[in-house]
């Protein structure tokens, strides 16, 4: 039985959401360490079900579930891991005088004998809980941002560079501007620059954050981070995206893309692509993914796919051996496009409208 895209996503999603709530309800007593070092587990277990789904067995489903519910899991527990040996060793730092006390007591007017050092200890205590909780009010606040590059008429080529790390990033409906894109996020910033060849006076939009090391507490489920883009729709356009985690909803339907490179994650991915140029050369690494493109009709398609532990959707294409795969009238087509597909724990659909 075919692993349907919102059974996966649907049941990764809602464990995702419970491990977030009972993280900051305190539910959570777990060796994360144990938890993680498991992950081959999840190969295994993804090798089983592809197995299953290629054979049309129904215990495919049982799987399916499994793989949701065990790659969210682990992944939370790799961060948390690492979250928790920062939080140990900060409460180490403040707790270490308290060894010694055998009484019970936690006061360090006990220890010192001396209640006006323990009236100065508690106000020490009052101003450092005052001070975490503005800084964590100030990490938990959106800023947002607006870039823009002016469109010169002479630009009939652009190159866009995007990179991010979790979070929601679309592309859709061209504007009159070269670029303008809209930022949201609760941790960093983003960066633009623009770069033009000095021979062919080609421009270069890199989009990045500025920080790419930046530190997610996966404890603070108010993090947010979406990036809405909007380009110019004169220009042929190559493009580089790179992101982590989380959602790309990429229309680039109305563009002219001669050559895109998308890198993702663990991502839900959705690519609907135009009919704008000649040759389009489309290349897709991710990881474990569930990825859907959509492919017009009118241009002949064809598609080399690699990865061993993909299920894959090409009800529409005709393969022609060696994981490839091509479309109806694909030779007499006028229009050509080639998708290059290499993916690891990974959902692949393409549909032609």
């Known amino acids: 039985m075919q692993r349907r895209n919102g059974l996966f996503w649907g049941i990764f999603l809602l464990t995702l959401g419970v491990l977030f709530l009972a993280r900051r309800a305190g539910w959570l007593d777990v060796d994360w360490h144990s938890l993680v070092n498991l992950w ?7 090798g089983v079900n592809l197995i299953l ?8 489903f049982v799987t399916t579930v499994m793989l949701a519910v065990a790659i969210p899991a682990t992944l939370f527990g790799f961060f948390n891991r690492h979250h928790d040996r920062d939080r140990d060793g900060f409460h180490m730092r403040w707790n270490h005088d308290d060894d010694d006390d055998d009484n019970g007591d936690n006061s360090y007017g006990d220890r010192n004998d001396n209640d006006d050092d323990n009236g ?5 205590d009052d101003d450092y809980q005052h001070e975490r909780e503005r800084r964590n009010a100030e990490s938990g606040r959106v800023q947002t ?8 008429a002479s630009t009939h080529e652009a190159v866009l560079k995007l990179s991010g790390g979790a979070g929601r ?3 859709s409906n061209p504007t009159s501007e070269l670029i303008k894109a809209d930022a949201r996020q ?5 960066s633009m620059s623009v770069d033009r060849d000095p021979a062919t006076h080609i421009p270069t939009i890199e989009l990045k ?4 090391h930046q530190h997610i507490d996966l404890k603070d489920g108010d993090f947010e981070n979406r990036m809405d883009i909007h380009l110019n729709d004169k220009p042929i356009w190559t493009m580089d995206v790179a992101l982590g985690a989380g959602q790309g909803d990429l229309d680039l339907s109305a563009y002219a893309v ?3 490179k998308l890198g993702a994650g663990a991502a839900d991915l959705d690519l609907k692509l135009g009919a704008k140029v000649d040759q389009a050369d489309i290349k897709l690494d991710v990881g474990a993914a569930s990825v859907t493109v959509h492919v017009p009709k009118e241009v002949g398609c064809r598609i080399k796919k690699d990865g061993a532990l993909n299920v894959e959707q090409l009800d529409d294409f005709t393969n022609v051996g060696g994981g490839e795969y091509v479309s109806p009238g694909y030779d007499a087509s006028s229009k050509k496009m080639l998708i290059r597909f290499d993916g690891g724990i990974s959902r692949f659909k393409v549909v032609r409208y």
């Open 40 to 46: 081959p587990v999840l190969l295994i277990l993804a």
């Open 169 to 171: 990033f679309i592309i």
């Open 120 to 124: 100065d200890e508690e106000d020490n």
């Open 145 to 152: 941002n607006t870039f823009t590059e002016t469109m010169d």
């Open 209 to 212: 954050p500025k920080d790419e």
């Open 53 to 60: 789904e290629r054979r049309g067995n129904p215990i495919a």
């Open 258 to 260: 001669k050559s895109l």
């Open 186 to 190: 609760t941790v960093g910033m983003y």
